[in-house]
């Protein structure tokens, strides 16, 4: 007989936001972008299962510029105001995304 496991109760996914990463450190193998109904979204294996982290503006800038496979750590650092611009004076989350060098 055949044995049927529910896609649903795979908890090995963590699903965070830009604000669950200021209580956490996520670091790990970057495996690529997953698209999401609101944008990209960041996919990272770590020890622990795999994490997706919903896209933001410190996120979308910085993983464009890391290869996949790439070992990551993401620093968060606090809810910053934007100084300038047509944002002026709205928050945005400072996160700051560190590859492991081959050095």
């Known amino acids: 007989m055949t044995t049927f496991k529910s896609v649903s109760a795979d908890s090995s996914t963590t699903y965070l936001s830009a604000a669950d990463l200021a209580d956490k450190e996520i670091q790990g193998k970057y495996l690529g972008v997953v698209e999401g109904k609101f944008g990209k979204n960041y996919k990272i294996e770590t020890d622990n299962g795999t ?11 910085q993983f464009p510029k890391v290869a996949e496979g790439t070992i990551v750590r993401l620093e968060y650092r606090g809810k910053k105001k934007i100084s300038s611009g047509e944002l002026k004076g709205k928050s945005f989350h400072d996160i700051d995304v560190q590859y492991q060098s081959a050095e």
């Open 51 to 61: 994490v997706i982290i919903n896209g933001c503006g410190a996120l979308n800038s």
